[in-house]
Nanobody, 125 residues
């Protein structure tokens, strides 16, 4: 069992930056693929970025490519999302997710077995 807790959300002006963190409990974290998703009220949960168990491969949604960077530190049981050049349309609740398939980078929510509670990111124009 893995528990995920996100932090680092907040209010930022357009063009600014934020770094989200996801702390994981459990000894098997380093074997899991990890991802970030986001969701606006009334909309479906949207894939943002994914990283394999080793950190050797990453995959981004087109909407954030070049602006966001996903990374992980298996020694600290943590995954991060560095967000830059933020836009008002990036406003959402951001969720950390983990998949027992350590090689997956799929954007499909059903592939992820564990989810955090989310952290709000608001980008003002």
């Amino acid at each position: 069992q893995v528990q995920l807790v996100e932090s680092g959300g907040g209010l930022v002006q357009a063009g600014g930056s934020l770094r989200l963190s996801c702390a994981a409990s459990g000894r098997t974290f380093s074997s899991y693929a990890m991802a970030w998703f986001r969701q606006d009220p009334g909309k479906e949960r949207e894939f943002v970025a994914a990283i394999t168990w080793s950190g050797g491969a990453k995959y981004y949604a087109e909407s954030v490519k070049g602006r966001f960077t996903i990374s992980r530190d298996n020694a600290k049981n943590a995954v991060y999302l560095q967000m830059g050049s933020l836009k008002p349309e990036d406003t959402a609740v951001y969720y950390c997710a983990g998949a027992t398939d350590g090689a997956t980078m799929t954007p499909k929510t059903m592939a992820y077995d564990y989810w955090g509670q989310g952290t709000q990111v608001t980008v003002s124009s």
